[in-house]
């Protein structure tokens, strides 16, 4: 009695080898819901016809098993070093996730302030690498005018949460300059619920 494909594989049309059911993308319309060719051989005859258009084709990495191949860094790395995407046809991503996180780093400058990395490791070298309020920590984040969106430089993590915590307000850093000097200002009241502050 003959077993049928579907419980022992299937036969590639092109490369004639019988491969496990994985071994062959989804195709619902297909009587049994596969590819007629294998995935190797569907990359290799997409490749050919590619080439035959005059497109340019990236050649192909052979990889082992549980790694694969990141384009962004060119290094061959573990499934374990990728994000997973379900829509893709082999579950992951298409960069590794270092090359993700840089990527993600370079949009976020761009976004949020309108500049690039080299823009912000220039203002980071003309002040030494740190940060120019503390003059100790090394300058990581940048800081920008939440009014005007412009950026005034890169400080340490400790001393830009500080001034966000100040409210961005010149008054009220000169306050607490002088509070810890000794010299804390006492504003004199001129009217019920009104206060004055010194100069």
Known sequence: MRVPDGLTGKRCSRCKERKPRTAFASNKPLRDGLQAYCRTCAAAHHQERQLAKGRNVRPRVDVPDGHKFCRGCGEIKPHSEW???????????????????????????????????????????????????????????????????????????????????????????????????????????VAPGVYQLPS
């Open 83 to 189: 994000h997973r995407n379900a829509s893709a046809s082999d579950g992951l991503a298409t960069c590794c996730k270092a090359c993700k996180a840089i990527r993600g780093r370079e949009g976020h400058l761009k976004r949020q302030y309108g500049m690039t990395e080299a823009e912000r490791d220039e203002m980071i070298a003309s002040h030494m690498g740190l940060c120019v309020i503390c003059l100790k920590a090394p300058a990581v984040h940048v800081d920008h005018c939440h009014e005007t969106g412009r950026v005034r430089g890169v400080l340490c993590f400790n001393c830009n949460s500080a001034i966000g915590k100040l409210g961005d307000d010149p008054d009220a850093v000169r306050r607490a300059a002088a509070y810890l000097e000794g010299s804390s200002w006492k504003p004199t009241l």
